[in-house]
């Protein structure tokens, strides 16, 4: 049997118990984004003992990760490492005796069923309501339960999804924000002890239900404002919508092609298009006020164009972009999620 010693002060609480880290040590959980939340939350279920993690994250480090991103060091980003790649050797080294596993990749349709096959429960740490939508529809499908977290400027939000016990984040939202309508870290900012927060909930709540504690788990949608401490806490449990057709139809638009949205390389432009499934159209002028402190930012009737080095973006008001300055899928979809949202 296992040495579970290390585990001792979870161990002796009541509500763990050998029983529960022995369930903790046996369990399989994937992170999705390894960024201000995966990497907290990370760190929490490595030191806790969840026996395999899955790191997945398609972004490389940069300098200013390391103000929030706990995981990571200047050599890391010397390196030029895969996030996924740099918080799997940092985890390894404290602690050795569980998996883990890096996967430098996108989450996508195409790449979900792969990605995410045998895992018990989803955290996620992405920076955008696609990749969310695509991992509530995953969750809903195989009945297995998914932490939803988001952190921007001073605020937060976060609650557990279990399938068929309470609404999804489909009957929560219903709709993803329209690109330019959502706030991302990239253009309005973080402070990191909003992330701190939110991924500790995140992996609390993970621990309860790894332990087989779920009745334990908060079923709360919880808003907080750490600048005005402000924290809210909003029961929900009656908003399953009845014309949610994840919960309702077991219909999962975001794992077909209804939904996704699409990438195509521009051969020989060094650029790749985005072409996203939106309803209505996009607000240039709230778009162009959010991006001017990032580059320099135009729009017609059109489209909209921002430079931000080394990237030049074109966005259409149907969602359909242009990011040059890369021929990479993935980089391009990053770029997007950061500066257009969505
Ligand atoms: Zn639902």
Not at 104 to 129: C, I, M, S, W
Not at 186 to 192: K, P, Q, S
Not at 289 to 310: E, M
Request: aromatic share 8%; with cysteine; net charge neutral.
């Amino acid at each position: 049997m296992k040495d579970l010693s290390r585990y001792q002060r979870q161990i002796i609480l009541p509500e763990i118990g050998e029983e529960g880290q022995k369930r903790i040590s046996e369990s399989h959980v994937a992170i999705v984004g390894l960024g201000a939340l995966g990497s907290v939350s990370a760190n929490l279920l490595a030191r806790a003992g969840v026996g395999k993690l899955r790191l997945i994250d398609r972004d490389f480090l940069d300098l200013n990760n390391l103000q929030r991103q706990v995981l990571f060091d200047e050599e890391d980003v010397r390196e030029n490492l895969p996030k996924a790649v740099a918080a799997e050797r940092k985890l390894s080294k404290i602690n050795s005796e569980i998996k883990i596993e890096a996967i430098p990749a996108d989450l996508n349709l195409e790449t979900v069923d792969e990605l995410l096959k045998e895992v018990q429960l989803v955290v996620d740490g992405t920076d955008n309501f696609e990749t969310r939508f695509l991992i509530n529809d995953f969750s809903l499908r195989g009945r297995i339960p998914w932490i939803y977290g988001g952190a921007v400027g001073t605020r937060g939000l976060a609650y557990v999804i279990l399938p068929g016990e309470g609404p999804c984040l489909r009957c929560l939202f219903e709709e993803a924000p329209k690109p330019g309508e959502f706030e991302t870290c990239d253009v309005t900012g973080i402070l990191a002890p909003v992330s701190h927060w939110i991924a500790s909930f995140q992996a609390m709540e993970t621990i309860k239900i790894l332990a087989g504690r779920k009745e334990s788990a908060d079923r709360r949608l919880w808003r907080i404002d750490l600048w005005k401490n402000e924290w809210k806490a909003l029961e929900v449990s009656a908003f399953v919508k009845e014309l949610c057709s994840g919960c309702k139809m077991r219909d999962y638009p975001y794992l077909t092609r209804e939904r996704g949205s699409r990438t195509v390389t521009l051969c020989g432009r060094n650029a790749v298009q985005i072409l996203q499934n939106l309803k209505g159209t996009i607000n240039f002028q709230n778009l162009a006020r959010k991006l001017s402190p990032s580059g320099a930012v135009k729009y017609n009737d059109y489209l909209l164009k921002a430079s931000i080095s080394p990237y030049e973006i074109t966005v259409f008001p149907n969602g359909r972009a242009i990011i040059q300055g890369t021929q990479d899928e993935a980089e391009a979809k990053s770029v997007y999620a950061k500066y257009i949202g969505g």
